[in-house]
């Protein structure tokens, strides 16, 4: 059975602080995919990134990176010079590879709440 | 493109009480997905549907039905309500590119709550 870990509940930094978010994974497959999705206050889901087993450069994105180690199961998300907009829930989720035809679920984590203050 | 659409967006059931929560996609994805979110919880699937008139159970299925009669939407049915559905609803849709690597696009969600 797959699952994600998001230890962290709550995170409070004050702007322009860097915050990493961590995430730790298990799963038996040796294909799988691991996203990233933001819950700002509206209440929407954001996708932020995917990256897939294979693949573990680390990305960076703007102010966003991603620490993909696959040694240690964790796909962790930092954010540098946080602002207040970052403000939300982020969530880590996993997905397995699965034959075409085929969905492939997500299974989340709990979320990290994260809120940015002046 | 609209993207995902869902109705309502905030609806209060009585127990005992039955409604369909609706989710319209417009992406023509072929896989679509119902998720739940309870408060300070991740994501959990209830059902999702690999094309139409093809469902399949997800994690936590019981008290809802689903069909899927078009490629556009995928309803969700709530027969008897509960106080433990109460719930922000999630309706999903995708269409992989690679076999498993499929983004799912998210819906705004369903804010249901029974008494």
């Known amino acids: 059975a797959q699952k994600v870990t998001q230890a962290q509940t709550e995170i409070s930094v004050v702007e322009k602080e860097d915050v990493t978010l961590d995430c730790v994974y298990e799963?038996?497959?040796?294909?799988?995919?691991l996203f990233w999705y933001k819950q700002p206050p509206s209440g929407e889901l954001v996708f932020l990134i995917r990256?897939?087993?294979?693949?573990?450069q680390n990305e960076i994105s703007g102010r966003y990176s991603w620490n993909f180690q696959k040694s240690t199961s964790s796909f962790n998300f930092t954010i540098t010079a946080s602002q207040v907009v970052d403000s939300a829930v982020y969530f880590c989720?996993?997905?397995?590879?699965?034959?075409?035809?085929?969905?492939?679920?997500?299974?989340f984590g709990t979320g990290t709440r994260l809120q940015v203050t002046l | 493109n609209a993207g995902v659409t869902q109705t309502p967006k905030f609806r209060i059931l009585k127990i005992g009480q039955s409604m369909t929560l609706q989710c319209t996609q417009d992406?023509?994805?072929?896989?679509m997905y119902w998720y739940r979110q309870d408060p300070g919880m991740g994501l959990k699937l209830i059902y999702y549907?690999?094309?139409?008139?093809?469902?399949d159970k997800g994690e936590v299925p019981n008290g809802y039905n689903v069909s899927r009669s078009t490629t556009e939407d995928f309803p969700l049915r709530l027969e008897l309500a509960a106080p433990s559905q109460t719930s922000v609803y999630f309706c999903?849709?995708?269409?992989?590119?690679?076999?498993?690597?499929?983004?799912?696009?998210f819906g705004p969600g369903t804010r249901l709550t029974v008494l």
């Open positions: 549907s690999v094309g139409a008139g093809i469902t």
């Open positions: 990256r897939n087993s294979f693949d573990e």
């Open positions: 799963t038996r497959d040796t294909t799988y995919y």
């Open positions: 992406m023509n994805h072929n896989y």
């Open positions: 989720a996993l997905s397995e590879a699965v034959n075409t035809g085929t969905a492939s679920k997500l299974t």
């Open positions: 999903a849709s995708s269409y992989p590119e690679r076999e498993g690597d499929n983004e799912q696009f």
